[in-house]
């Protein structure tokens, strides 16, 4: 079902995103990697990123500092290669990401890896990653428990865990708004712009389904994780939660 969800919306996934959240995904986007910090030479996981969102600015950041070091340095020093491994399980999303960066002019780049792979069951080594991002994506899987300890056995000691995601609204007034605009207009926008009530309808729901802010927040600590935090936007809408692992 989900897997057949992402592949009929994977062409249009950028605009209605843009639609469904008035642009705002793009700032909630950019929060969510202001959290992480990049750095230059880092190993990141971004995990359901198939169209390469998150990637890209990641990269985008790690370039910013590494041209700033440069400017105060006499020598690069910075010779290890950067490599941020875009995850995900549909083809559909991860082609979209791929023609992505070709109209960017990152063809060629040796720092960005796509993966496709299950956000259960990752193919990556024990305490491998300095970073792992999921955008939008863990309200989707089968079994929350199973990523969030994949997370963790992928990350090094050190290593930060963050979520971008659709969360509860509980501001009285605000949650009726949300809650008919969610149920009412998003699919009848899917409908309209991408030809599929049907998809939107599901991610409509999905979001219902996930755990409150604070329940998420218990199963990350349970999972491993310290410091154990999460921020709220425009009200709860969305939630980044973030976690160490030491």
């Given amino acids: 079902m989900v897997s057949d969800v992402f592949s009929s919306v994977a062409s249009n996934y950028d605009l209605m995103n843009d639609l469904m959240s008035g642009g705002l995904h793009r700032l909630w986007k950019d929060r969510l990697v202001s959290k992480l910090n990049p750095f230059p030479g880092m190993k990141h996981l971004d995990v359901a990123g198939g169209t390469g969102d998150v990637a890209f600015r ?43 960066a070709i109209g960017r002019g990152l063809r060629e780049s040796k720092s960005l890896v796509w993966v496709e792979g299950d956000a259960e069951a990752l193919n990556f080594d024990d ?19 199973k990523v969030l300890a994949e997370a963790y056995r992928v990350l090094r000691r050190g290593g930060r865990f963050l979520c971008l995601e659709l969360s509860h609204v509980d501001i009285p007034g605000f949650k009726e708004l949300y809650d008919y605009y969610s149920f009412s207009v998003i699919p009848a926008m899917g409908e309209l712009v991408a030809g599929d009530r049907q998809s939107y309808q599901y991610l409509v729901e999905s979001i219902r389904r996930f755990p409150p802010q604070e329940k998420f927040a218990s199963m990350i600590a349970d999972a491993g994780f310290q410091k154990v935090e999460y921020e709220n936007l425009v009200g709860g809408v969305v939630a980044i939660h973030s976690g160490l692992k030491f």
Wanted: charged share 30%.
């Fill in 58 to 100: 990641i990269l985008d950041s790690i370039n910013s500092t590494k041209r700033r070091v440069l400017e105060d340095a006499q020598d690069d020093d910075l010779h290890e290669e950067t490599q941020i491994y875009v995850c995900d399980i549909n083809p559909n999303m991860l082609n979209v990401g791929k023609k992505r």
């Fill in 127 to 145: 305490n491998s990653m300095d970073g792992y991002t999921i955008a939008f994506g863990i309200r989707n899987v089968t079994h929350v428990e």
